[in-house]
């Protein structure tokens, strides 16, 4: 009965922490980019199912309906969406240069790169 | 006119940048950004000045009544923040443009005007706005022109120091968004003031538990605060020096108005010291901080990344303040927000100064620099006093502040302690001193002695180190405002 009321969010909690497990465990930088669109994704979908209301429709405004699920959530995650448009985006670009100065995108050849490691 | 200073203080910024875009030439980017500065200064001083007369200022952003639309609310809190923030970038941007046209290049200045402004635009947004949520969309933007800034750097360190960041960045950054999630499912509103009023009747649910978690954490990670601290030294070491100064003065600050601001007014300061032991986890935290902090400045070569441990400390410094949770601790963290970014942007650009003339600033290369550049050598031996608190410096007034309240409270190992993290702080200034007055210069330099740091960057540098030595003697601006906060916030007659 819980698992299936509260479907979406144990969706949410496991792509949470696959992306967060992604982004800490993985080495290379294109690889952990993939894991912060992942946990930035499972946030999106829980402020969309915080919107859902039982039994309502779609807000637009009509005679026919009452009840309608509240739009607002979307709304933010519609600019939050855009947000992790630019992370990415910021992301990639940084990920180029890195590879241009360091010729790789692996962390270890990073580090040792720099005598850091 | 006045009565839209509120979004003046935001707007003007943030149409600036897309404007700064437009003028190719690199000059007349660098003045447009000062003159927009400069106004922003000037919006923040009226606002200040009219908060501290007639009290909270409401502003329905579009006429839109909150809650249905995003109100700007500013009391003493927001004002001083405001004041701080644009005060400070403006001595830092007046002194930019010899620096960055050396560190980098003729081709990338415009976007460098630009990015700053965007900067200072979401940094100003954080501060000005009463919605949780236009606080995040403001953090972000912030944020993201931050990790291009970083990007900016000399050094191929730059790059990666600029991607930690942006991984650690959009992870603190989402955990916040977490947070206003489910607070917004509890209660249906993002105003601060309404989140507020209707959070006590839900305290008891672990949703509204989760927030509180998520947010602390998200805006830890922002803040710096020992142990999520990792990122801070690379990014501050590796980005161009105008950038340190800019971030070490601004963005930390910002990260602290927001914990305060969640904390103290929107879970409000009862729930919050109830929910998880927030005092001890605040004032442990904070002793780890100065403590690990200072030890590890002490062991740097480099002296950028001395001082950016250093800012570690001082943030450990502001955390006690808010651990201590009396009206004079709040004080005195708000008061060291104040002085910390005077003392830190006198340090930074003094050291850009120096990377300027000499092109890197480690340990090594600043020896016998008293000689060759009295007066930026002068300006770091001031700001380095400032930051052990030193009397008749600003540093000396929150420390003094600091120790008053812990003593108050009862406190009094914790009184010792932040005397004992002064002394190691003054372990690496000292080592700064000592390099620069009583060292030779190193053999094999340059046969020609480097002159003095070009007089564009000196005169700015030179007004925060005036700065830090007049709040060191005359400290009625800073108490007044920051006492009329911290009553406030804490639940006192305004």
Request: proline fraction near 3%; glycine fraction near 8%.
């Amino acid at each position: 009965m819980l698992l299936s009321a509260l479907y979406n969010y144990w969706v949410v909690i496991l792509l949470m922490m696959t992306g967060l497990y992604m982004v800490i465990a993985q080495g290379n930088l294109i690889k952990k980019v993939i894991g912060l669109n992942i946990f930035q994704t499972s946030v999106f979908i829980f402020y969309i199912s915080v919107g859902k209301v039982a039994g309502g429709s779609a807000p637009i405004l009509s005679q026919l309906t009452t009840v309608y699920s509240n739009p607002l959530p979307h709304v933010l995650i519609l600019t939050a969406i855009v947000v992790g448009i630019a992370t990415t985006a910021l992301a990639l670009a940084l990920i180029l240069r890195i590879r241009q100065a360091y010729g790789s995108v692996e962390e270890q050849d990073i580090l040792a790169g720099d005598g850091q490691c | 006119m006045l009565t839209h200073l509120p979004i003046l203080q935001v707007i003007l910024p943030l149409v600036a940048a897309p404007s700064c875009m437009i003028l190719q030439r690199s000059r007349l980017s660098w003045l447009f950004t000062v003159l927009v500065s400069l106004a922003a200064f000037v919006v923040s001083a009226l606002l200040l000045q009219q908060v501290m007369a007639e009290g909270v200022i409401r502003y329905s952003l579009g006429g839109w009544d909150a809650p249905w639309g995003i109100e700007y609310r500013i009391d003493a809190l927001n004002a001083w923040v405001l004041f701080i923030v644009t005060a400070v970038s403006t001595a830092v941007i007046a002194a930019a443009r010899t620096s960055i046209e050396a560190e980098l290049g003729a081709s990338r200045q415009t976007v460098f005007y630009t990015l700053y402004l965007l900067c200072f635009a979401g940094l100003l947004g954080i501060v000005a706005t009463g919605d949780v949520f236009n606080v995040f969309v403001f953090l972000e933007i912030s944020s993201l022109s931050t990790y291009a800034l970083i990007a900016m750097g000399r050094d191929r360190r730059a790059l990666w120091s600029a991607f930690q960041y942006l991984v650690l960045g959009t992870i603190g950054a989402t955990f916040i968004l977490i947070g206003i999630g489910f607070l917004y499912m509890m209660t249906g509103t993002l105003n601060m003031l309404d989140l507020a009023e209707r959070l006590p009747a839900v305290e008891s649910s672990t949703a509204v538990l989760a927030a509180f978690a998520f947010i602390l954490v998200g805006i830890c990670l922002k803040l710096a605060l020992f142990p999520l601290h990792l990122w801070l030294p690379n990014a501050y070491s590796n980005a161009p020096s105008i950038v340190t100064a800019f971030l070490a003065a601004t963005a930390t600050k910002v990260a602290l108005y927001l914990l305060v601001r969640f904390t103290v007014t929107v879970f409000g300061i009862d729930f919050s010291l109830s929910a998880l032991p927030l005092q001890s986890l605040f004032i442990l935290l904070g002793l780890a901080g100065v403590f690990v902090g200072s030890a590890v400045a002490i062991y740097q070569s480099n002296i950028k990344r001395m001082l950016a441990y250093s800012s570690v400390a001082q943030i450990g410094y502001m955390i006690i303040g808010i651990g201590i949770s009396t009206v004079v601790g709040l004080q005195a963290t708000l008061l060291h927000l104040f002085n910390h970014a005077l003392m830190k942007a006198a340090l930074f650009l003094a050291l850009a100064g120096v990377a300027y003339r000499i092109g890197g600033c480690s340990l090594e290369q600043i020896r016998g620099l008293g000689r060759s550049m009295p007066w930026t050598m002068g300006a770091i031996a001031i700001g380095g006093a400032s930051l052990v608190g030193m009397p008749l410096t600003a540093g000396f007034i929150s420390k003094w502040y600091l120790i008053a309240a812990s003593i108050d409270s009862g406190f009094w190992p914790l009184a010792l302690l932040i005397v004992a993290g002064s002394l190691l702080s003054a372990v690496y200034v000292w080592r700064l001193v000592e390099a620069g007055y009583l060292r030779e210069p190193q053999s094999g330099q340059l046969a020609a002695e480097p002159g003095e740091a070009p007089l564009g960057l000196l005169i700015p540098t030179w007004i925060l180190v005036l700065a830090n030595l007049y709040f060191g003697v005359e400290t009625s601006l800073p108490v007044s405002v920051t006492e009329m906060a911290a009553t406030y916030l804490l639940g006192g007659a305004p």
